[in-house]
């Protein structure tokens, strides 16, 4: 089992998206029995809280389920996950402190570098205070993303 965990600020936006892109675009693929999803915030702001509203029926138009429940990331995640996503540097940084090894820090990648026409350092920016053109954004730099980190760890895990 190939495990990933997309991490932003608050949990209910940005990475719940990437998580149920995620999710989608395993299905499709018929992986769902080798990859493991989920998603998490570096705060605690919104722990237990479901995804914002706007993030949901933006995912919804393409067909996308969000879910879950919000929660914040802590140093056992690098345990569990092989794949720690951050949706931007600052979120990056913060998990980087709580990475208490070298393989743990290896573990840890800015979702975007897995798409092949993003910059280099690129973020997916948080939507939250933005108007609705910021959601479907975030939907899309989220594909973008998934699809090559699907294709990164079917090459890498022979899957």
């Known amino acids: 089992m190939v495990r990933v965990v997309f991490v932003c600020l ?3 936006c940005r990475s719940p ?3 149920g892109v ?3 675009l395993v299905r499709e693929t018929g992986l769902e029995g080798a990859i493991e999803i989920d998603s998490a915030g570096t705060a605690a702001y919104h722990t237990g809280e479901a995804p914002d509203p706007r993030s949901t029926a933006c995912a919804a ?3 996308i389920v969000l879910g879950g ?3 914040q990331f802590v140093a056992e995640d690098f345990e569990r996950f092989d794949y720690v996503l951050a949706m931007d540097e600052s979120n990056q940084r913060a998990m980087a402190e709580l990475a208490s090894t070298p393989a743990a820090r290896a573990k840890l990648f800015l979702a975007r570098s ?3 026409s993003a910059p280099a350092g690129a973020s997916v920016p948080d939507p939250y205070y933005g108007g609705p053109s910021g959601f479907d954004d975030v939907v899309d730099m989220c594909e973008a993303a998934c699809r090559g980190l699907l294709d990164h760890i079917r090459k890498e895990h022979d899957l």
């Open 61 to 63: 138009r393409r067909g």
């Open 22 to 24: 995620m999710r989608h």
């Open 69 to 71: 429940q919000a929660r």
């Open 114 to 116: 897995f798409d092949p």
């Open 10 to 12: 608050g949990n209910i």
């Open 17 to 19: 998206t990437a998580e």
